[in-house]
Nanobody, 126 residues
Framework: QMQLVESGGGLVQLGESLTLSCAATGFTLDNYPVGWFRQAPGKEREGVSCISGSGGDTYYADSAKGRFTISRDNTKNTVYLQMGSLKPEDTGVYYC???????????????????WGQGTQVTVSS
């Protein structure tokens, strides 16, 4: 069974850091673009960052630029999202998703992604 499992969420203080992981099981992540999304209560799911299958191309939402870094380790079948200088507005459920498209594209839109994880909660307190 093909699955994505996110981990690494938690409760942090303003300015702290977290690293989220997205592990694939039942298939190989190689060559698939992967995106990170977040959804705050009452808001639409928004794209945060995405990475190409090779890892050579990365894209970030304006809100994430300079603070977040996406990376992948295809030997571990895992994609990461390092988040720094966290703010309360970064609070939400973070999801990773895999696209069947050949390339990562920007803007990072949920409808371009086909397989989703269950999400991990990130809460940033002030």
């Amino acid at each position: 069974q093909m699955q994505l499992v996110e981990s690494g969420g938690g409760l942090v203080q303003l300015g702290e850091s977290l690293t989220l992981s997205c592990a694939a099981t039942g298939f190989t992540l190689d060559n698939y673009p992967v995106g990170w999304f977040r959804q705050a209560p009452g808001k639409e799911r928004e794209g945060v960052s995405c990475i190409s299958g090779s890892g050579g191309d990365t894209y970030y939402a304006d809100s994430a630029k300079g603070r977040f870094t996406i990376s992948r380790d295809n030997t571990k079948n895992t994609v990461y999202l390092q988040m720094g200088s966290l703010k309360p507005e970064d609070t939400g459920v973070y999801y990773c998703a895999v696209s069947a498209a050949p390339q990562a594209v920007y803007p990072i839109r949920p409808w371009n992604y086909d397989l989703w994880g269950q999400g991990t909660q990130v809460t940033v307190s002030s």
